[in-house]
């Protein structure tokens, strides 16, 4: 969107907020995901950006992961400023022994999927960014 492009001054991001629900496990082997983000509220006032969106991963016609985020932009200055998460200690989810057990490190390529060509996207091969662009490049 380059909501952040909007300010001449350098703008950081930060998460705020959200929630999600896991309906499959995900793993390697599924091989390929869509992701589905909606834009439902914007807001600005001077150099600080906040967003909300709702998402959806999916495996083919199965709902995997969904839920929805907020997140905003904002200069140094105001990041110093902000108080962050009261009482983070008590609300950080900590995996069980079973959890750790079973769980799989997985290395993301930096090779770009190829985007389907679909209606106003010209022709040719169109390929999504790769390396820098990754949101999650390591899930820990």
């Not at 907020?70 to 200069?75: L, S």
């Amino acid at each position: 969107m380059g909501s952040a492009l909007k300010s001449k001054k350098d703008l950081r991001f930060r998460n705020l907020g959200g929630r999600a629900t896991l309906f499959h496990e995900l793993s390697p082997d599924l091989k390929t995901v869509s992701v589905k983000t909606r834009l439902t509220k914007a807001a600005e006032a001077g150099d600080m950006i906040i967003e909300h969106f709702d998402f959806e991963v999916r495996h083919r016609d199965r709902k995997i992961y969904a839920g929805n985020t907020n997140f905003g932009f904002f200069t140094l200055e105001a990041l110093a400023v902000q108080e962050g998460i009261r009482d983070a200690d008590k609300q950080v989810y900590t995996p069980t022994r079973a959890e750790l057990q079973r769980s799989r490190p997985h290395e993301f390529s930096d090779l770009s999927p190829p985007l389907a060509a679909g209606p106003g996207t010209g022709t040719g091969p169109r390929t999504n960014p790769a390396g820098q662009s990754h949101s999650n490049d390591r899930p820990d």
